[in-house]
Antibody
Framework: QGELQQWGAGVLKPSETLSLTCAVY????????WTWIRQSPGKGLEWIGEIKESGRTTYNPSLKGRVTMSVDTSKNQFSLRLTSVTAADTAVYYC???????????????????WGQGTPVAVSS | IQLTQSPSSLSASVGDRVTITCRAS??????LAWYQQRPGKAPKLLIY???TLQSGVPSRFSGSGSGTDFTLTISSLQPEDFASYYCQQLNSYPLTFGGGTKVEIK
């Protein structure tokens, strides 16, 4: 199995909710930024957002409040929910791990070193 | 922050030196990474912090730049290098990617 294994529904109807989960099999679950990225032919790679093991999240404002991320530290898993999907949300969705860069007690994402295998999601009526 | 990659595609031969440019719409210091993506696969990290080669990546790959202008250079193109390449800025949120450069066989 890969270091990050993701799963979730691949076909949705407009207005439904996209739900994906990613299991982590590499390194420690703490100290990294657990990230979701999507790739569509029209928009290239788009950063959706990230979550830390503490549950602290940062989302892309372009998704206008439709995104929720969560973590389950007991299972080393993190999840993505995207509500009210439309055809514009059709894409391959990737989970990923971003390494942290520390400035004393503070950290920022530094680079993405592991990716999931990708989940194609199609939104169609 | 918008990242503009150029060219969007290029044709080259094995052994050629290839340079891809990534321009940021504002100063991102050196918080730039480069990824390679083969068809049907997830991106793979090549370089981070503008010029630091990820472990296991061949030394024919190199990165340079600072501020707003960055380059990825492949010193001698190999058959396995025909792929798409993306830059990513990690200076400020939302994190963003360049539009990509597809390297094709001439």
């Amino acid at each position: 199995q890969g270091e990050l294994q993701q799963w979730g529904a691949g076909v949705l109807k407009p207005s439904e909710t996209l739900s994906l989960t990613c299991a982590v099999y590499v390194g420690s679950f703490s100290g990294h930024y657990w990230t979701w990225i999507r790739q569509s032919p029209g928009k290239g790679l788009e950063w959706i957002g990230e979550i830390k093991e503490s549950g602290r999240t940062t989302y892309n404002p372009s998704l206008k409040g439709r995104v929720t991320m969560s973590v389950d530290t007991s299972k080393n898993q993190f999840s993505l929910r995207l509500t009210s999907v439309t055809a514009a949300d059709t894409a391959v969705y990737y989970c990923a791990r971003a390494k942290s860069l520390y400035f004393g007690a503070l950290s920022v994402p530094y680079y993405i070193d592991y990716w999931g295998q990708g989940t194609p999601v199609a939104v169609s009526s | 922050i918008q990242l503009t990659q150029s060219p969007s595609s290029l044709s080259a031969s094995v052994g050629d030196r290839v340079t891809i440019t990534c321009r940021a719409s504002q100063d991102i210091s050196d918080y730039l990474a480069w990824y390679q993506q083969r068809p049907g696969k997830a991106p793979k990290l090549l370089i981070y912090a503008t010029s630091t080669l990820q472990s296991g990546v061949p030394s024919r790959f190199s990165g340079s730049g600072s501020g707003t202008d960055f380059t990825l250079t492949i010193s001698s193109l190999q058959p396995e290098d025909f792929a798409s390449y993306y830059c990513q800025q990690l200076n400020s949120y939302p994190l963003t990617f360049g539009g990509g450069t597809k390297v094709e066989i001439k």
